[in-house]
């Protein structure tokens, strides 16, 4: 039914088009003006995420209590937990990308078998730490050679200014 609708919107769009050029016209600038418009959020956007992947350092980032369950061989079941400290001063952890991989440990050699970019989304305020939870998701995994072990390293930090803190020195300099 509503197709129909679609179709009679779509005919008095092209019957106007057609017959009147101040149509056109108007239909073309709200074209334009409509793209500057998702161009300029675009922008805005990547603007944002490239601030936000630089306010907080790895090294304001400390990692406790780290664990990892579930049996390695059904990925879809293993999880890491742990705490997320946030030490930066200003800015409020948004998101933290973890780089986990698995580790196949045999005859004195140790190779990498899987790897994922595990996201996750926790907002840490400025000098507090959050407990999370995060699925890593390593596909199939067929049997290791020997002794599977895990690592962890952070790959990305989004850190965004936090809620209004008259103590905060960035909010006291915007307003």
């Given at each position: 039914m509503n197709w129909i609708v679609v179709l009679a919107i779509d005919a008095v769009t092209i019957y106007f088009i057609v017959k009147f050029a101040w149509f056109r016209n108007s239909l073309l600038v709200i074209m334009i003006l409509a793209g500057a418009v998702f161009y300029y959020i675009d922008f805005q956007q990547r603007k944002e995420n490239e601030a936000a992947s630089i306010r907080i350092s790895?090294?304001?980032?400390?990692?406790?209590?780290?664990?990892?369950?579930?049996?390695?061989?059904?990925?879809?079941?293993?999880?890491?937990?742990?705490?997320?400290?946030?030490?930066?001063?200003w800015y409020e952890l948004d998101t933290l990308y973890l780089k986990v991989q698995l580790v196949d440990t045999y005859d004195d050699?140790?190779?990498?078998?899987?790897?994922?970019?595990?996201?996750?989304?926790?907002?840490?305020p400025p000098q507090q730490a959050r407990d999370f939870k995060a699925k890593p998701n390593f596909g199939t995994l067929e049997s290791p050679k020997g002794k599977l072990n895990w690592s962890c390293s952070i790959s990305l930090i989004k850190g965004v200014e936090p809620e209004y803190h008259s103590?905060?020195?960035?909010?006291a300099r915007n307003s």
């Open positions: 790895p090294a304001e980032i400390q990692l406790t209590d780290l664990d990892f369950s579930g049996p390695f061989v059904e990925c879809s079941s293993n999880e890491i937990t742990g705490r997320i400290r946030n030490n930066s001063n050699r140790s190779e990498i078998i899987k790897v994922d970019e595990v996201p996750i989304w926790v907002d840490v103590s905060n020195p960035l909010n």
